[in-house]
T-cell receptor, first 119, second 112 residues
Framework: GAVVSQHPSWVICKSGTSVKIECRSL??????MFWYRQFPKQSLMLMAT?????????EQGVEKDKFLINHASLTLSTLTVTSAHPEDSSFYIC???????????????FGPGTRLTVL | KNQVEQSPQSLIILEGKNCTLQ??????????LRWYKQDTGRGPVSLTI?????NTKSNGRYTATLDADTKQSSLHITASQLSDSASYIC???????????FGTGTKLQVIP
């Protein structure tokens, strides 16, 4: 149980295009999903917290118009990198908090990640 | 400022040997601490969770310890295998729905 999937697993795009990454909780409901980015040899950096049915909360320094987050259902959140540039190339990871385990250990389950390369 | 520091930054060991990874934190309040294993190009996978009252917890060849007084945790890997090669991340949760703090990670390489 507690499986989180991401799609695509990797994507290569041209500079200036937009890329959408999906994060799904497959066997549980998640009111909250988190989006992280990870640069080589660095730890995960929280970009935003996505709550179902409401606007995402972005961390300081993360442009909300650049990284559009939509959490339309309890099992799906999407991150759209708009007008991507080479500096946006990174590993993007989502995690989901199990509604059933809410408040218990603040459990998060991570997706497998999406490797974005912007040419 | 909440911080989680891990050491060593990287480690190379021979297959079959044991190793211990360290995690020091300044996060307060404290609810629990998790160790994750992250394979290259993959998302983190939880290995153990330690709450305030727990000192030791094992998961197969992984044994985590916690000293809440000194705010230190360790992850001991016994009889290492090539598949243990990965980054190990210590994550501290202050409790409730507050943000967790990620450690800097230790990159472990097990060589034959």
């Amino acid at each position: 149980g507690a499986v989180v999937s991401q799609h695509p697993s990797w994507v290569i795009c041209k500079s200036g295009t937009s890329v959408k990454i999906e994060c799904r909780s497959l066997d549980f409901q998640a009111t909250t999903m988190f989006w992280y980015r990870q640069f080589p040899k660095q730890s995960l950096m929280l970009m935003a917290t996505s709550n179902e049915g409401s606007k995402a909360t972005y961390e300081q320094g993360v442009e909300k118009d650049k990284f559009l987050i939509n959490h339309a259902s309890l099992t799906l959140s999407t991150l759209t990198v708009t007008s991507a540039h080479p500096e946006d190339s990174s590993f993007y990871i989502c995690s989901a908090r199990d509604l059933g385990l809410a408040g218990i250990h603040n459990e998060q389950f991570f997706g497998p990640g999406t490797r974005l390369t912007v040419l | 400022k909440n911080q989680v520091e891990q050491s060593p930054q990287s480690l190379i060991i021979l297959e079959g040997k044991n190793c211990t990874l360290q995690c020091n934190y300044t996060v307060s309040p404290f609810s629990n601490l998790r160790w994750y294993k992250q394979d290259t190009g993959r998302g983190p996978v939880s290995l153990t969770i330690m709450t305030f009252s727990e000192n030791t917890k094992s998961n197969g060849r992984y044994t985590a310890t916690l000293d809440a007084d000194t705010k230190q945790s360790s992850l001991h890997i016994t009889a290492s295998q090539l598949s243990d090669s990965a980054s190990y991340i210590c994550v501290v949760n202050p409790g409730g729905y507050q943000k967790v703090t990620f450690g800097t990670g230790t990159k472990l390489q097990v060589i034959p």
